[in-house]
C-alpha cells in the first residue's frame, strides 16, 4: 500500500495583506512542514510505501499523486485548502484521513470531509488505521491518548528532504510534549496534555544529526525548554552541552547549528547566567520573543504599566549583553490592548534598538482558552478558517473596531521598518521574518 502525505497550503501574512511586500525589507521566509508528518510517517510499517507532498509549493490538486490512502495534516488556517482537498479527492473515490491541531479541536466539522479522523498525537493509533483500511473496516475516528514517549521512533526527515523542491533552511527540533501552563492563546495542552513528557536525548540526537547531514539547520521553537523545572532544565542543558561538544570538536566539518531557540521575555529574564553562555557555545544566535502571552508583554504595551515596560527592556538589553540577537514578536489585539498600543510598541523597539521583529493579530484559535472565552462573548466575526492566520481580524476587539485594530497592524509593520530599510536582502537571519 503506498501513503501520501499532504501538506496543505495556507494565506501567509503578506498573501492577505500585500502592502507589506512594500515596505518590510526581507526576502521571502518559507518556513518548515509540520514535523507531526515525519513523526506520523517514521511508526508506518515496512511493507508500505509513503510520499511527501507540500501544497505550498506544488500544488496537488493540479495532479493529486497516485495513492492507495491520502493523509493530510494541518492547523486552522490550512483547514479550508485541507477540506477541499479532501473533498476533492473522495469525489474520485479515494479515501483520505486527517490528523493534526484543527482536526484534534474541531472533529465534528473535519469529520464531514474526510473517512477518518485522528485525535491527539496520532504515532500510537496510526498502525491500527492502517491495518483497518487494508480490511476494508476503517473507522470514523481514532483518538490517540497521551503517552510516553521513551518507545517513538524517531521522525523520517528524510520524508521531506527528498521531497523538497524549494531550499527550507530550518526545520524544528521537538524536545517534549505537554504543558503545565494554560496560556490564553494556546492549544499544546488541549492537543498534548498538561503534563511535560520528554523525548529521550538519544531520540533527539538521531533527529539532529539526520537535518544535519542534509545541511539544515534546526530551531527550537518550544519555550517550554526554559521552564523553571529542575527535570526540563537539566534535560535542556544536557541538549546544549552534548551540541556545544560536538562543534567544539568537529567544526566546520561536521556541522551541527542550533538557528533561534523560542522562549519568552519573563523564562529569560529567570534564567540562570551561564545558560546564556551554552547557547552561544551551542551556536544559537537568536531568540524569537513570543510576546502577547505572558504577564511582561501583556502588561508593558497596555495604558500604563511600568513595571512590566522596564522589564521587557531589561530583557532586550540581557539578550544584546550575551550576543544572542532577539526577534520580537509583538501580539496585538488583546483585551489590554487599546489605541495607544501601536506607539507603545514602536517607541519600545526604537528605544531598545530592536533590528527585526515581526507583528501578529491576536486570533482564537479553535481550542484555546480565548476561543471558548470570545465564542461564550459572541465576539467572533465568523469561521473563515483562512483568515485566522494572525493576519485578520476576525472577532471584535474590547477597545477598537475591527477596522482600527487592522489598520494599527499594518502601521506597526510599515513603521517599524521604515527606518530599517538598509536590511535589505541582507543575509539568512533576516529571511527568518515571517511575513
Not at 120 to 126: C, D, L, N, T
Not at 257 to 280: A, C, E, Q, R
Not at 375 to 386: G, I, K, M, P, S
Amino acid at each position: 500500500m503506498h501513503i501520501a502525505f499532504l501538506y496543505p497550503r495556507f494565506e501567509r501574512h503578506a498573501q492577505s495583506n500585500p502592502s507589506l511586500l512594500e515596505f518590510v525589507p526581507a526576502n521571502e521566509y518559507m518556513g518548515s512542514p509540520s514535523l507531526g508528518i515525519a513523526s506520523i510517517a517514521a511508526c508506518t510499517p515496512a511493507e508500505h510505501t509513503q510520499s511527501f507532498h507540500d501544497d505550498r509549493v506544488s500544488p496537488v490538486d493540479a495532479a493529486f499523486p497516485e495513492a492507495d490512502l491520502y493523509a493530510i495534516s494541518f492547523f486552522t488556517a490550512a483547514a479550508e485548502r485541507a477540506f477541499a482537498l479532501a473533498d476533492a479527492l473522495r469525489a474520485q473515490g479515494k479515501t483520505v484521513v486527517a490528523g493534526g491541531i484543527f482536526p484534534s479541536m474541531m472533529p465534528e466539522d473535519t469529520a464531514q470531509h474526510f473517512d477518518a479522523v485522528v485525535i491527539g498525537e496520532g504515532e500510537r493509533v496510526w498502525p491500527t488505521l492502517l491495518q483497518d483500511f487494508a480490511k476494508g473496516q476503517l473507522a470514523p475516528r481514532y483518538e490517540d491518548g497521551v503517552g510516553s514517549l521513551d518507545e517513538l521512533p524517531p521522525p523520517l526527515v528524510d520524508l521531506y528532504m527528498d521531497a523538497e523542491k524549494v531550499v527550507i533552511d530550518d526545520y524544528p527540533l521537538q524536545l517534549s510534549r505537554g504543558c503545565p501552563l494554560n496560556c490564553n492563546a494556546c492549544a499544546l495542552p488541549g492537543v498534548m496534555g498538561k503534563r511535560t513528557r520528554f523525548f529521550p536525548e538519544d531520540t533527539v540526537w538521531t533527529t539532529l544529526m539526520a537535518f544535519s547531514a542534509r545541511g539544515k539547520r534546526c530551531n527550537l521553537t518550544e519555550d517550554t525548554s526554559f521552564l523553571p523545572m529542575p527535570a526540563m532544565r537539566r534535560r535542556f542543558r544536557s541538549l546544549l552541552q552534548r551540541i556545544a561538544d560536538h562543534r567544539a570538536e568537529y567544526g566546520d566539518e561536521k556541522p551541527v547549528s542550533i538557528s533561534y531557540v523560542g522562549t519568552s521575555m519573563p523564562l529569560l529574564l529567570n534564567l540562570d547566567p551561564t545558560f546564556f553562555d551554552l547557547l552561544k557555545r551551542a551556536g544559537v544566535f537568536r531568540f524569537y520573543l513570543v510576546g502577547g502571552f505572558d504577564p511582561v508583554t501583556i502588561g508593558a504595551f497596555g495604558p500604563g504599566d511600568p513595571e512590566q515596560l522596564e522589564r521587557a527592556e531589561r530583557c532586550v538589553k540581557l539578550c544584546y549583553d550575551h550576543g544572542i540577537e532577539p526577534y520580537v514578536s509583538f501580539l496585538v489585539g488583546n483585551d489590554t490592548d487599546d489605541e495607544g498600543t501601536f506607539d507603545r510598541m514602536l517607541e519600545f523597539s526604537n528605544r531598545s534598538k530592536i533590528r527585526i521583529a515581526e507583528f501578529a493579530i491576536a486570533t482564537p484559535y479553535p481550542g484555546t482558552p480565548v476561543w471558548h472565552k470570545l465564542v461564550a462573548e459572541d465576539r467572533l466575526l465568523h469561521r473563515r478558517w483562512t483568515k485566522y492566520n494572525d493576519a485578520n481580524v476576525v472577532f471584535r476587539p474590547k477597545n477598537m473596531s475591527p477596522e482600527r485594530l487592522h489598520e494599527g497592524y499594518l502601521y506597526l509593520w510599515r513603521e517599524f521598518y521604515r527606518s530599517r530599510q538598509d536590511l535589505k536582502d541582507a543575509d539568512y537571519e533576516l529571511r527568518t521574518v515571517q511575513f
